[in-house]
């Protein structure tokens, strides 16, 4: 089955600065990596997602990169604000292309510094 | 759609207890998760459901963990008897076509078992 690191556990930045989160995932078949937002206290919510056949996308301040071939991706927040803090989580499919259920990272505790 | 309505949104509850999560998943979607959150597991899968059916119950963790879904509007977790490690919050999510879109989380029951 799939297996998901994530890296670092904590993270913390300056505002404005830029935030770089990172995971590796096991199962070469797997073909769709979201990321997940979670703010103290609610759900984890989907903020962007890449699938295979690109190597990366944006939406505004945030990015999301795919190597396929070393099988990791990462998550990057440019010019960071106060309202980014919050613990962010990769994800893979289960295994590999078959629909079934998300595998998450530990998660990384952002914090964006005033 | 109001979103995944969870409930209750806590629960404090005394060991050997029975308890009962409750969980309405967005109209239309065929996947239903239960998750557990803790400090040192992360995000947890405990069971899914396609089509009101189990499909994966590996990550439940003893028989004391059980969980239906009569109908595509309602799931429960029921733990019996219950003891302080079961003490978490707990995530029901729903999502159209499984791992390959985006889950949809509810708001979380923080379950306390002194």
């Known amino acids: 089955g799939e297996n998901v690191e994530q890296h670092p556990s904590t993270l913390s930045v300056q505002e404005g600065d830029s935030a770089v989160i990172k995971c590796t995932y096991s199962d070469s078949a797997s073909n769709y990596f979201p990321w997940y937002k979670q703010e103290l206290g609610k759900g984890p919510q989907l903020i962007i997602d890449?699938?295979?056949?690109?190597g990366e996308k944006k939406d505004q301040r945030i990015a999301v990169t795919l190597n396929k071939t070393a099988k990791h991706f990462s998550l990057h927040i440019t010019e960071t604000q106060p309202e980014d803090s919050a613990v962010y989580f990769c994800?893979?499919?289960?295994?590999?292309?078959?629909?079934?259920?998300?595998?998450f990272g530990k998660g990384t505790k952002l914090s964006v510094k005033p | 759609d109001a979103g995944v309505i969870q409930s209750p949104r806590h629960e404090v509850t005394e060991m050997g207890q029975e308890v009962t999560l409750r969980c309405k998943p967005i109209s239309g979607h065929d996947y239903l998760f239960w998750y557990r959150q803790t400090m040192m597991r992360g995000l947890e899968l405990l069971i899914y459901f396609n089509n009101n059916v189990p499909i994966d119950d590996s990550g439940m963790p003893e028989d004391r963990f059980s969980a239906k879904m009569p109908n595509a509007s309602f799931s429960t977790l029921k733990i019996q008897p219950s003891e302080p490690r079961d003490s978490a919050v707990y995530f029901c999510?729903?999502?159209?076509?499984?791992?390959?879109?985006?889950?949809?989380f509810g708001q979380g029951t923080r379950l306390t078992v002194v």
């Open positions: 890449i699938r295979s056949n690109v």
């Open positions: 994800a893979a499919p289960t295994r590999g292309g078959s629909q079934g259920n998300l595998i």
């Open positions: 999510a729903s999502s159209p076509r499984g791992g390959y879109t985006e889950a949809f």
